[in-house]
């Protein structure tokens, strides 16, 4: 036990070392994942409708964010890279963690909403408040998803 509680100690010494706050919102994001999938699982197999299909799919989904999410840490690297070769001047802005934070929070919100959604569908009561902020979000993710359909044509 003594054991374990160093192993998590020097486990999250570690990230906030190599990674910082963004890294920390990265293991909040997995977190919610995991959580998001088991839920997902448990109201599906409730639901008497759990397809390994389906499951499938959601995991393909889940892989295609964690991709996005490296994308855009690229897309920072990118941007850092550029700020400290510049030969003459400097970025209208600081060069950091710029696009990783805000695409990590968008599907975080995202798995929240839908860890949320799932825990309703299986009868806990939802307040009112969260309900209207589910919607808000699913509007605006919902609209974000219009935007990229669109670029794509």
Same mark, same amino acid.
């Given at each position: 036990m003594q054991y374990d509680k160093k192993f998590i100690a020097a486990a999250a010494g570690f990230l906030s070392a190599r990674l910082g706050w963004v890294g920390w919102l990265l293991l909040l994001y997995a977190c919610a994942m995991c959580c998001d999938f088991a839920t997902g699982t448990v109201l599906a197999l409730k639901q008497g409708v759990w397809a390994s299909k389906t499951a499938r799919e959601k995991l393909w989904k889940k892989c295609g964010a964690l991709l996005m999410l490296l994308a855009a840490a690229f897309w920072d690297m990118? %941007?850092?890279? &550029?700020? /400290?070769?510049?030969?003459?001047g400097t970025l209208p802005f600081l060069p950091?963690?710029?696009?990783? =934070?805000?695409?990590? %929070?968008?599907? &975080?919100? /995202?798995?929240?909403?839908?860890?949320?959604?799932?825990?309703?569908?299986?009868?806990?009561?939802? =307040?009112?408040?969260?309900?209207?902020?589910?919607e808000t979000m699913q509007n605006s993710i919902s609209a974000g998803k219009k935007e990229t359909g669109k670029r794509r044509k």
């Open positions: 990118t %941007v850092q890279l &550029l700020a /400290a070769n510049l030969p003459h950091g963690a710029l696009f990783l =934070p805000m695409v990590a %929070v968008w599907y &975080l919100l /995202a798995e929240i909403g839908s860890i949320m959604e799932n825990a309703a569908a299986m009868g806990a009561p939802m =307040p009112r408040f969260f309900k209207k902020s589910i």
